[in-house]
Nanobody
Framework: VRLVESGGGLVQAGGSLRLSCVAS????????ITWFRQAPGKEREGISC????????YYADSVKGRVALSTDNAKSTVYLQMNSLEPEVTAVYSC??????????????????WGQGTQVTVSS
């Protein structure tokens, strides 16, 4: 299992970014993938996830209306579109996966497989 994130960077407040998580080594159709972020000095937070068996997506209250998760199954890629970015969302964003979804709540789950993360920095 391998997860590779990309798309982070430095953006001005109000801007947008689209993060990508390319998955390999497993089939997406039974998996669960979650986007997390961790800001300096703060706990890691699950912000959006998808359960591929049902196609259901979930969002943390802190990001509802500001992010959108989408997928390209042919490319084994999960995207996180982030809009109206504010400095407070500066963090390392990572994706995590389990090839076989047994989660009850995919925003909080003890994932075994993680990407290396991508830094998102929003300047004021």
């Amino acid at each position: 299992v391998r997860l590779v994130e990309s798309g982070g960077g430095l953006v001005q407040a109000g801007g947008s970014l689209r993060l990508s998580c390319v998955a390999s080594g497993f089939n997406l159709h039974e998996s669960v993938i979650t986007w997390f972020r961790q800001a300096p000095g703060k706990e890691r937070e699950g912000i959006s996830c998808i359960r591929f068996s049902t196609g259901s997506t979930y969002y943390a209250d802190s990001v509802k209306g500001r992010v959108a998760l989408s997928t390209d199954n042919a490319k084994s890629t999960v995207y996180l579109q982030m809009n109206s970015l504010e400095p407070e969302v500066t963090a390392v964003y990572s994706c995590a996966a389990e090839p076989y979804d047994t989660s009850n709540y995919c925003l909080k789950y003890p994932f075994r497989f993680w990407g290396q993360g991508t830094q998102v920095t929003v300047s004021s």
